[in-house]
């Protein structure tokens, strides 16, 4: 029998369990992604981030910045030049997230290898 989860809550964010707060703070299609390539090739500026996730729009770039900024997970230092110069690395908090991430990479590695053997098998038999 489970136990029974009362709502809680984190600031603005309500959550009933801690693997959903969990995933609103790094969760979604494109968090992951810029935490990892932050977490790989530490500081960047946004072109570089964009350039590595080529498949994000500058629009969707900027918001899960923000809120991962808001959240504490990524530090934006804007160095007062023309033209302005903005860079983005993990906080501490971040980097605390990283073993999730590489925990996340390897699981996928794992998927890709038995998805391949299955489609392997079905076009043998």
Request: with cysteine.
């Amino acid at each position: 029998m489970g136990t029974e989860c009362s709502m809680k809550f984190c600031g603005e964010k309500k959550y009933f369990c801690t693997v959903e707060l969990t995933l609103q703070v790094i969760g979604g299609k494109w968090k992951p992604i810029i935490i990892h390539r932050l977490g790989n090739d530490g500081i960047l500026r946004f072109s570089e981030v964009k350039r590595s996730i080529p498949n994000i729009t500058q629009k969707m770039l900027t918001q899960q910045l923000r809120e991962l900024e808001a959240d504490g997970v990524v530090t934006r230092k804007v160095y007062a030049q023309v033209p302005p110069k903005v860079e983005y690395s993990l906080t501490e908090l971040g980097l605390s997230v990283m073993p999730v991430i590489e925990s996340l990479c390897k699981w996928g590695e794992g998927y890709a290898r038995w998805f391949e053997d299955q489609t392997v098998r079905e076009t043998a038999i």
